[in-house]
C-alpha cells in the first residue's frame, strides 16, 4: 500500500502536514489547555521499557521489519496530529450536541463525527494490523492498539466506532466462514462497513443464559432474526454506508442457558450477488437512544430485530464462546478507557495547578509578585497530580504489555503453533480483567481527582474536566462490571485453574524482583525490587488463604474478596510496571546517549518513589479487607436493608391524623 495512501496527514498536500511540537509535561500551561499527545512518555514505554523494535524483529508473519523507528515516528505524529487538530476540538462539542434519533433506520452523530471519520477511512488506519488478504497493512496489532490510544485520548465517543469493528472483524476473523469472510471483512477492514455487539436484553444484561433473541433457518441458508436488544453502541449512525451487527440468539431446540446460544451476523443492509447494496433495510429498527450521563457523541440504541436476515457466525450453540473473542477485544480498548481518562485528567489539571492562584506554601513564598501561590505548591495538590500522573503511566505500561502478547498470539496462529498460541492466550486471559477492571476504576479516581485540583471550577462544564467523570464512568460498568471482573479473575482465572495462571505470572515477578534486587542499580531500585518480592509473595499467600476459606467455610468467601482482591492485584501489578519503568530510567541516565532528557528520567523515578511510597501502600487496607468475615457482608436479610413500608405508611396517617 502506497505510503501516501496510509498515511494522509504526512503525505503532501495536507492541511496536517506541518506536524506540532509535542512538548514537555512541564511545558507552557497554556499549551496544554487542549489534550496533547504525550509522545515522550509512549515513546519510553515503547522503546526502553520494552524495546518494541526487538520485539518488531521477530514477527515473521506480520510485518515486522516495516516497523522500524522511522516509521514508528512517524505513525505517532501522524495519528496525534489527527487526534489533536481533528478528533479533539469535536469532543466537546460533541458532548453538548449529542446523537439525534430521526427515524427507525436514522441516527445522526455530532456535527464533524462523519468528516473525521471519511479522513480515517481515507488514512487506511482500520485497516493498519489486519491481514492484507483482505486489504489491510499486516502491521503489529501493538501499532493499532498505540495507534487508538492517542485517539481515545482525544474523543473516546468517536473512537468507539472503528473501536468496536474491531471486535467485529477479530470475531468473524476467528469463526465466520470462508463466504461471510470474503463478503464483510474487505468493507468492515477498509472502514466503509462499522460493527456493532449485540448482547443485551431488556431481561438480562451479564446473565446471558436469559438471551431470548430468537433465530428461525430458512432454506436457503440464512435465519431470521427476532428480538429487542439494548445498550447497543453506535447501533445507528450517519457515518458508514452499512452497519454488521454480531447478535447472539437461539436456534429452536436449543438447549437451555449459555450452552444454547448461537452467535449471528445481520446487517443492515443486505448485500446482493454482485456485492451491491440494497436499499431496503434488513428488518432492523431503532426504537431508541438512550439519554446518559455522558459519551453522548456515541448514540446507545435500542434495537428491535424484525425478521431480520442473518448468518451463522462459526458453530451451532457456541455463541458465546464466539462472541468472547469480540468481548475481549473490548474489554482491552475499555481498559484504554481507564487509562486515558488518567491522561486526561492529568493533562487538564497540571496547566490549572501552575496558574491557579490560592493562599502561601507552607514552607514560604513562592511567588513573591503575586497576591498569592500556585496551587501546584502545596502537597495534596501535587499529591493528586503525582497519582494521575502514575495511573496514566503505569496503566499504559500495563497495556502495551497486553499488546506485546497480541502481537506474539497474531503470530503463532499465522505460525500454526496452536499450542503456543494457546500458551500465550492464557497469560493474556488472566490479565485482561486486572486491566479492564482495575484501570477503569482508577480511571474513575483519577477523574474525580481532577476534579478536586480545580475545586467548584472543577464542576462547571466549559473547565472540560466534569466531562472526564461522565464519560470514564461507564467503562467500569460495561464489557461486564467490576464485580463482573473480580469474579473472573479470582474464581475462573485462579480458583478453578488450580492457581497456574497466578503461578506463572509471579513466577516471573519473582525473578525480575530477586535480579533487580541482586544487581540493581540505585538503592531505591533494589528497595522497590525487595519491596515487590514481598508484595508479591503475599498475593500468593492471600490468594490461598481465601481459597480455603472458600472451601471450609463457604463459596461466599469469594464474592466478599473478589473486588479487593481485583484492586489489591492491580496495584501490585502496576507496581511491577512501575519497577520496570524505573530500571529502565536508571539505565537511560548511565547512558551516554539518552533518548529523553535527564530531567525527563529524573520525573521517571521520583514518579516510581510516589508510587511505592504513597500507591502501593493502598493494598495493606485491601489484604485486610478482603478477608472480612463472611457474615459481616452476608448475615443481614435483605429485608433489613430497606425501612419497612407499613411503618412509614403508619407514620404517615399518624401525621395526618395528628394535625
Same mark, same amino acid.
Given at each position: ?461 466549559? !473547565?472540560?474536566?466534569?466531562?472526564? &467523570?461522565?464519560?470514564?464512568?461507564? @467503562? /467500569?460498568? %460495561?464489557?461486564?462490571?467490576?464485580? $463482573?471482573? +473480580? ?36 538503592? !531505591?531500585?533494589?528497595?522497590?525490587? &525487595?519491596?515487590?518480592?514481598?508484595? @508479591? /509473595?503475599? %498475593?500468593?499467600?492471600?490468594?490461598? $488463604?481465601? +481459597? ?59 514518579? +516510581? ?51
Amino acid at each position: 500500500m502506497a505510503l501516501a495512501r496510509s498515511f494522509p496527514f504526512v503525505a503532501g498536500g495536507s492541511r496536517l502536514l506541518a506536524q506540532p511540537q509535542h512538548v514537555s509535561r512541564l511545558a507552557s500551561p497554556l499549551v496544554m489547555r487542549s489534550f496533547h499527545t504525550p509522545k515522550k512518555d509512549i515513546t519510553f514505554a515503547m522503546n526502553e521499557v520494552f524495546d518494541f523494535q526487538k520485539h518488531y524483529g521477530t514477527l515473521k508473519h506480520q510485518n515486522g521489519a516495516m516497523a522500524d523507528p522511522e516509521f514508528v515516528d512517524m505513525v505517532l505524529d501522524s495519528v496525534g496530529s489527527f487526534a489533536e487538530e481533528v478528533l479533539q476540538p469535536l469532543s466537546a462539542t460533541a458532548d453538548q450536541e449529542g446523537c439525534k434519533h430521526l427515524g427507525p433506520h436514522e441516527v445522526k452523530t455530532p456535527t464533524g463525527f462523519k468528516d473525521a471519520y471519511t479522513q480515517f477511512v481515507e488514512g487506511g488506519w482500520q485497516g493498519l494490523s489486519y491481514t492484507e488478504e483482505f486489504g489491510g497493512q499486516n502491521l503489529p496489532q501493538s501499532m493499532s492498539l498505540v495507534m487508538m490510544e492517542i485517539m481515545a485520548a482525544a474523543n473516546f465517543t468517536w473512537t468507539m466506532f472503528p473501536g468496536l469493528s474491531k471486535g467485529a472483524i477479530n470475531t468473524i476473523l476467528s469463526h465466520g466462514s470462508e463466504d461471510l469472510k470474503k463478503q464483510y471483512l474487505p468493507a468492515l477492514i477498509y472502514g466503509n462497513y462499522t460493527g456493532t455487539m449485540c448482547l443485551t436484553e431488556p431481561q438480562c444484561g451479564s446473565d446471558l443464559a436469559q438471551v431470548t433473541t430468537k433465530a428461525v433457518p430458512q432454506d436457503n441458508g440464512s435465519y431470521k432474526i427476532s428480538g429487542t436488544k439494548i445498550f447497543i453502541s453506535c447501533g445507528e449512525h450517519d457515518m458508514s454506508d452499512n452497519i454488521v451487527h454480531c447478535v447472539l440468539a437461539r436456534l429452536p431446540g436449543a438447549p437451555e442457558g449459555t450452552r444454547g446460544i448461537s452467535l449471528f451476523l445481520v446487517p443492515k443492509f443486505l448485500r446482493d450477488k454482485k456485492g451491491n447494496l440494497s436499499k431496503k433495510v434488513n428488518g432492523v429498527n431503532i426504537g431508541r437512544i438512550e439519554d446518559k450521563m455522558g459519551c453522548h457523541g456515541s448514540p446507545t440504541c435500542e434495537i428491535n430485530f424484525e425478521e431480520a436476515e442473518g448468518y451463522l457466525i462459526g458453530t451451532e450453540n457456541k455463541g458465546l464462546n464466539h462472541m468472547f473473542t469480540f468481548i475481549n477485544t473490548s474489554r482491552l480498548g475499555t481498559a484504554i478507557q481507564g487509562q486515558v481518562a488518567c491522561e486526561l485528567a492529568f493533562q487538564n489539571s497540571l496547566w490549572y495547578a501552575k496558574e491557579r492562584l490560592a493562599m502561601r506554601s507552607l514552607t514560604g513564598i513562592k511567588n513573591k509578585e503575586g497576591p498569592a501561590d500556585p496551587i501546584i505548591e502545596h502537597p495534596d495538590i501535587r499529591r493528586m497530580l503525582l497519582t494521575m500522573k502514575c495511573f496514566s503511566e503505569g496503566a499504559r505500561s500495563m497495556i502495551y504489555e497486553c499488546a506485546l502478547l497480541q502481537d506474539k498470539i497474531t503470530e503463532a496462529e499465522r505460525a500454526g503453533d496452536d499450542k503456543l498460541r494457546r500458551q500465550i492466550d492464557d497469560r493474556m486471559g488472566f490479565l485482561t480483567p486486572i486491566l479492564k477492571g482495575f484501570l477503569t476504576e482508577i480511571g474513575i479516581d483519577a477523574a474525580n481527582m481532577g476534579i478536586q485540583v480545580y475545586g467548584g471550577h472543577g464542576y462547571i462544564k466549559s !473547565n472540560k474536566q466534569e466531562q472526564v &467523570l461522565r464519560d470514564s464512568r461507564i @467503562a /467500569a460498568v %460495561w464489557e461486564g462490571t467490576t464485580g $463482573i471482573q +473480580a469474579l473472573d479473575l479470582l474464581g475462573r482465572k485462579i480458583m478453578l485453574q488450580g492457581f497456574r495462571p497466578l503461578n506463572t505470572h509471579l513466577s516471573g515477578v519473582y525473578s525480575y524482583c530477586t535480579s533487580l534486587a541482586r544487581e540493581g542499580g540505585g538503592k !531505591n531500585l533494589r528497595k522497590h525490587a &525487595l519491596n515487590l518480592l514481598l508484595k @508479591a /509473595a503475599e %498475593w500468593h499467600a492471600m490468594s490461598v $488463604i481465601i +481459597a480455603a476459606k472458600a472451601q471450609f467455610v463457604s463459596r461466599d468467601a469469594i464474592g466478599v474478596a473478589s473486588v479487593d482482591y481485583l484492586m489489591y492485584s492491580g496495584y501490585i501489578h502496576m507496581g511491577y510496571h512501575w519497577l520496570k519503568q524505573e530500571a529502565a530510567a536508571e539505565a537511560a541516565l548511565a547512558n551516554s546517549s539518552k533518548a529523553q532528557s535527564k530531567e525527563f528520567y529524573e520525573a521517571k523515578i521520583q514518579s +516510581a518513589q510516589f508510587y511505592f511510597d504513597h500507591i502501593l501502600p493502598k493494598t495493606t487496607s485491601l489484604r485486610k479487607s478482603m478477608l472480612t468475615p463472611i457474615d459481616s457482608v452476608m448475615a443481614m436479610k435483605p429485608g433489613m436493608l430497606s425501612i419497612n413500608l407499613i411503618f412509614i405508611l403508619t407514620c404517615l396517617f399518624l401525621r395526618t391524623f395528628l394535625i
